[in-house]
Every structure is written in structure tokens, then in C-alpha cells.
């Protein structure tokens, strides 16, 4: 048998450890992409002291208080944009009417959320900022006037939010006339 040199030997040394490395690593991927038998389902019957039940808006329904909001502005000569948000704050309906400004979206959705996580109109709640100014620091909030909650038995479920006109007065009429067309 022929001597091999200290360089051939390293080469074949590092060749043979690659192979055997591509083979674990082979190995490794072939069982991780072999489909295990799923755990059995853990069967359980929640019983109703465990649940809640919620009312949420409709889309239609959402849909109509939008656009009930939208039109009041236009009849004004205004141009704004309307949010409407469920309970949990999640936007079911938004709306930005034509010309208004950027801001105006985005101003919107978050007063509806005020409104909704309060469960009162925004302009009472931008009263309470004197008494705590930290109010305006939680993230999605905005303590502006054009933010109505829509009430079921004195619970919100959902709220309006209007921005875009030139004063949170016109703003939070805007939005009650959208929560107004939902009593029809």
C-alpha cells in the first residue's frame, strides 16, 4: 500500500467528515419533515360558568352608521373620514370621505377606539385630561372630540369616530348622527 502524504491525508480526513456530516444532517431533516401522529384532542365541555356571551354590530349595521356620519358632514360642507370599531377596538368599517385629509383616517379609528374603551363621548373624556394628562400617553387613544360609543343596555359594543372637520364639535355631531342611524 502506498504512503500517503500529510497534506492528502488532512484532505481525505476533511472530506470524509462532510460526508458523514451531510448524512446526519440528512438524517436530521428526513425525520423532522416525517409527519407525527397529532396528540389526541383533549375533549372538554366548557360549561357556561367558564364563557361569555358579546353583541357586536353588523357589518350593514356598521356600514349605515358610516355612512349616516359621512353624509351629516357633507351636508355640512364637510370633509372628513369615519372609523367604526367593535367592542374590542378592531375596525369593522372605515370610510374617508372624498377630500379629506390625510390625517383625517387615522385621527378617526382612534377616536372611535377612545370612545369604545371608555364607553363615553371623546369630548368628555378630553375634560379628563387635566385631572390625569397621562390619559393621552396609551397607545391607539385620542382625547378629541368625534368619538361616540354605541350602547346596548348601557355596555358599549362598538363606537363611531369622525375626524377631518375644523372643529371636535363637528366632529363628535358627525359621529352621533352616525350612532343615531342605528335607532332606525
Do not use: C
Request: proline share 5%; aromatic share 4%.
Amino acid at each position: 500500500m502506498k504512503k500517503l502524504s500529510t497534506r492528502t491525508r488532512i484532505a481525505t480526513a476533511a472530506v470524509a467528515v462532510a460526508a458523514v456530516g451531510t448524512g446526519v444532517v440528512g438524517a436530521v431533516s428526513a425525520n423532522a419533515e416525517t409527519p407525527q401522529a397529532a396528540p389526541a384532542a383533549v375533549k372538554s365541555d366548557v360549561q357556561n360558568k367558564n364563557t361569555f356571551e358579546s353583541q357586536h354590530l353588523t357589518v350593514d349595521a356598521a356600514t349605515r352608521a358610516a355612512q349616516a356620519s359621512l353624509d351629516a358632514a357633507a351636508k355640512a360642507g364637510q370633509k372628513v373620514s369615519v372609523a367604526v370599531v367593535d367592542r374590542n377596538g378592531n375596525v369593522i368599517v372605515e370610510l374617508r370621505g372624498d377630500g379629506a385629509g390625510p390625517q383625517s383616517f387615522e385621527s378617526a379609528e382612534r377616536k372611535a377606539y377612545t370612545a369604545v374603551s371608555w364607553n363615553a363621548p371623546t369630548s368628555e373624556l378630553a375634560k379628563r385630561l387635566a385631572q390625569a394628562p397621562n390619559l393621552k400617553d396609551i397607545p391607539g387613544t385620542l382625547f378629541l372630540g368625534g368619538g361616540a360609543p354605541v350602547q346596548l343596555k348601557g355596555a358599549p359594543i362598538a363606537a363611531v369616530g369622525v375626524a377631518g372637520a375644523p372643529s371636535a364639535d363637528l366632529d363628535e355631531q358627525f359621529a352621533q348622527a352616525g350612532v343615531a342611524a342605528l335607532d332606525k
